[in-house]
């Protein structure tokens, strides 16, 4: 649900009154940025599968500069070879049509790419449904992730995901 909606209703559950919600949005709009912080071993992990030569493509649903601010003020844009914001693309997850024109940009087929995502719906079931590989980040949101090829308490994690997976196909193959 896009911010602008949750501010009002909680405006309206809440009888805020001292700051409408217009200004509890443009205040998270501006400041959020400041104050967000990336999953443990982020920058370590996306360093590290950079160097063995993977291409990244990094899925939002969001607005474009909002998002945008974010993956600047996490200091990450530099480690993708593309970036898809919902609002940028006239898409959201779980539309399929995001994942597969993330591969596209990627180049690379869907059944190659290795989606990780902390949402059971729009993250890892959408990415199967697209054929790709789904890896479900555990979230304290969520109880399980049921279509997930894989799951990761840490992103650190993902690396033996890798050779895990790779390993599998070099025996299926």
Request: charged content about 30%; glycine content about 4%; hydrophobic content about 40%.
């Amino acid at each position: 649900m896009w911010k602008d909606k949750v501010y009002q209703k909680l405006a309206e559950e809440l009888a805020v009154r001292r700051m409408p919600p217009g200004e509890l949005l443009d205040d998270y709009l501006t400041q959020f940025k400041h104050h967000c912080t990336p999953f443990p071993n982020l920058i370590s992990m996306l360093d590290e599968l950079k160097k063995e030569g993977y291409r990244l493509g990094l899925v939002t649903n969001g607005y474009g500069v909002f998002q945008n601010d974010l993956i600047q003020a996490l200091e990450i844009k530099e480690y993708f070879d593309t970036i898809l914001i919902s609002e940028m693309e006239g898409l959201r997850k779980p539309d399929p049509l995001v994942f597969e024109r993330a591969a596209e940009r990627l180049n690379v087929k869907k059944e190659e790419c290795m989606f990780v995502g902390d949402h059971p719906k729009n993250d890892v079931e959408a990415a199967r449904n697209t054929g790709m590989i789904a890896v479900w980040k555990t979230s304290p949101h969520w109880k399980e992730a049921e279509a997930a090829d894989y799951t990761i308490s840490d992103l650190a994690e993902l690396k033996l995901i890798l050779e895990t997976h790779e390993k599998a196909m070099q025996l299926s193959n």
